[in-house]
């Protein structure tokens, strides 16, 4: 089943996305109404521009599991249970991030005491006697 979205309303702190089922010979069309505090957003630190693409993955999942699934969503309110595996996602990639960095040392700066001139060097002239 393919889903389109179709667009938001936004009551107070909540934010609606509204997807439309395409018909076919089994199935007309259905809307499909999910609802998400935007405050639980902001907490999750997930971006409301992602809250579309996020709720066609819902609806996708719950289509390939089945009707039953799909009839829940038909009009949802978006829990942070639901938010898991994108979580779980974004610390996996944090962690592979994590590892990927080099292990280089750090750079050591040289004490007033040392002898080291950082810089170009310039001659010295003796003193004219």
Not at 12 to 31: A, L, M, Q, V, Y
Not at 62 to 80: D, F, M, N
Request: glycine fraction near 4%.
């Amino acid at each position: 089943m393919n889903f389109t979205y179709q667009g938001f309303t936004q009551n107070n702190g909540n934010r609606c996305f509204t997807f439309w089922s395409t018909r076919t010979e089994s199935h007309p069309i259905r809307s499909y109404l999910i609802e998400v505090d935007l405050m639980l957003l902001s907490r999750l630190r997930v971006s409301v521009q992602d809250g579309p693409m996020f709720c066609l993955g819902m609806l996708n999942a719950a289509s390939a599991v089945g009707l039953e699934s799909l009839e829940r969503l038909h009009s949802y309110q978006l829990l942070e249970e639901d938010f898991r595996p994108l979580l779980v996602e974004r610390e996996k990639v944090a962690a592979q991030k994590a590892s990927r960095r080099s292990l280089r040392k750090p750079f050591v700066k040289h004490s007033p005491q040392s002898n080291v001139v950082l810089g170009p060097s310039f001659p010295t002239r003796s003193p004219l006697v």
